[in-house]
C-alpha cells in the first residue's frame, strides 16, 4: 500500500524537533529532511555520526521513519573547480552522517542551469554526480544507497527530456520527482509518465501551470490521477506532500499554512488511494 510522508521544509520556521513533532502529530509515519534550517551541513561534516545519532533519536521519539534525504548542493555545474570540488567535497563529508542515520535514499540537486551556449556544462555535472555516486558506492558497499537528483526549475534538469539525458549518463542514478515542478512548466501529464521508470521518490504539493505552489483549493493537479499513474507503475516509494514554508513568490510560489495545506493534502491523497468518493 503506498504510504505518505511530510517534508520538514513545511516547517523551517521551527526547530528540527518541533517540525518532527508538527509532521507526527498530523498522522504521518514518514517524513522527509532536507539541508538548511534543520540540517547544518558544516556541523553534520565536522561530527557526521554524532550528528546522526541525534537525528535518529528524535525521529525515533516521534515514531517516524526517514522517507527522503535532500541535500542541496547546486554548485556541481559551474564552471568554478573550487566551488564545484567543494560541493562534492561536501557530499563526500557527509556520507559518513548517511550511513549513519541509515538512509536508504538520498536527493541531490542536478545543478544551477547554464545558458544553452555553455556547452560544456552538461559534462561538468555528469562529472561531479558520478563522482558523488562513486563516493556513494564505496562508502556504502555492503548495502545499496539510492541516490537520485530532482528535476526542478532553474536547474540542470529542468525538463523530463534532460532529466532523462543525464541519468543515461550517470550510472545506477535515479529520480525523485516533484510532481509541482513539472505542473508549474506545463510539462505534459505523458512525458511525466515516462520518469517513472527511473523515480525511487516522488514528492507533491497543489501547483498550477505558472504556479509553483497553491493552496490546495487553487490548485490544479488531479490527485486521484496521480495515485492511479503511480499504482500504474508499480511504483514501490512513499508519497511526500512538500509544501514549502516560503515568502519568495518565485515562479508563482504562493504563501500557505503549512499545517492545514498538509493536512488536506494528506486527507486527498489517503482519500484516493483508498478509493473513497
Not at 550510472?171 to 509541482?180: G, I, K, P, Q, S
Request: aromatic letters at 6%; proline letters at 4%.
Amino acid at each position: 500500500m503506498l504510504e505518505f510522508a511530510c517534508h520538514t521544509w513545511a516547517f523551517n520556521d521551527l526547530s528540527l524537533t518541533d517540525a518532527l513533532g508538527t509532521i507526527a502529530r498530523l498522522g504521518f509515519r514518514y517524513v522527509d529532511i532536507g539541508s538548511g534550517p534543520h540540517l547544518n551541513v558544516s556541523a553534520i561534516a565536522r561530527d557526521p555520526r554524532g550528528a546522526a545519532a541525534k537525528v535518529r533519536a528524535e525521529l525515533a521519539l516521534f515514531n517516524l521513519k526517514l522517507s527522503d534525504l535532500y541535500l542541496m548542493l547546486p554548485r556541481i555545474s559551474l564552471a568554478d573547480e573550487d566551488q564545484r570540488e567543494k560541493d562534492i567535497d561536501t557530499y563526500r563529508a557527509l556520507l559518513p552522517f548517511i550511513v549513519a542515520l541509515e538512509a536508504t535514499g538520498v536527493t541531490l540537486s542536478p545543478g544551477l542551469v547554464h545558458p544553452d551556449d555553455d556547452e560544456e556544462a552538461f559534462d561538468r555535472t555528469v562529472e561531479s554526480l558520478n563522482a558523488m555516486m562513486d563516493a556513494s558506492r564505496t562508502a556504502t558497499p555492503a548495502t545499496h544507497l539510492h541516490v537520485s537528483i530532482e528535476p526542478h526549475l532553474d536547474s540542470m534538469a529542468q525538463k523530463p527530456e534532460t532529466a532523462l539525458k543525464l541519468i543515461n549518463a550517470v550510472r545506477e542514478l535515479e529520480l525523485t520527482v516533484d510532481w509541482a515542478h513539472l505542473v508549474c512548466q506545463g510539462v505534459a501529464h505523458e512525458d511525466i509518465v515516462s520518469l517513472l521508470p527511473h523515480t525511487r521518490h516522488v514528492q507533491i504539493r497543489q501547483a498550477a501551470e505558472g504556479k509553483l505552489q497553491t493552496a490546495f483549493d487553487d490548485g490544479k493537479i488531479d490527485l486521484k490521477q496521480v495515485i492511479s499513474t503511480l499504482e500504474d507503475a508499480d511504483y514501490e516509494g512513499v508519497l511526500c506532500v512538500e509544501y514549502m514554508k516560503t515568502k519568495s513568490a518565485r515562479h508563482g510560489m504562493a504563501e500557505v499554512d503549512s499545517v492545514t495545506e498538509s493536512a488536506k493534502l494528506r486527507d486527498a491523497l489517503r482519500n484516493a488511494r483508498d478509493g473513497v468518493v
